[in-house]
Nanobody
Framework: QAQLVESGGGLVQVGGSLRLSCAAS????????MGWFRQAPGKERELVAG???????YYADSVKGRFTVSRDNAEKTLYLQMNRLEPDDTAVYYCAAGRLLTFRAHDYDFWGQGTQVTVSS
């Protein structure tokens, strides 16, 4: 059975950094598009960063230059390095796996449990 397990969330001050990890028990991990979504109260779930099976990366405008998404296919792990964090980054962060890298959460087949990121001033 497929399972995505996230770690690395927590409480951090403005300007700080966190690194999120997602360990995926997917036999064909390298063939999946992988994305990081976030959802804050009262806001839609949005794709903040992702990578397709060819290694091409996408970043939302709000995080460009601050976040870096990467994947280790040998370890079947997805990462999100978050630098210069801002209060608007506060949200529950989810990793997701799907056939294609898209902006729509409903297109993805597997999801992690979510990890809380809180940025305080």
């Amino acid at each position: 059975q497929a399972q995505l397990v996230e770690s690395g969330g927590g409480l951090v001050q403005v300007g700080g950094s966190l690194r999120l990890s997602c360990a995926a028990s997917l036999r064909t991990f390298s063939r999946y598009a992988m994305g990081w979504f976030r959802q804050a109260p009262g806001k839609e779930r949005e794709l903040v960063a992702g990578t397709n099976s060819g290694g091409n990366a996408y970043y939302a405008d709000s995080v460009k230059g601050r976040f870096t998404v990467s994947r280790d296919n040998a370890e079947k792990t997805l990462y999100l390095q978050m630098n210069r964090l801002e209060p608007d980054d506060t949200a529950v962060y989810y990793c997701a796996a799907g056939r294609l890298l898209t902006f729509r959460a409903h297109d993805y087949d597997f999801w992690g449990q979510g990890t809380q990121v809180t940025v305080s001033s």
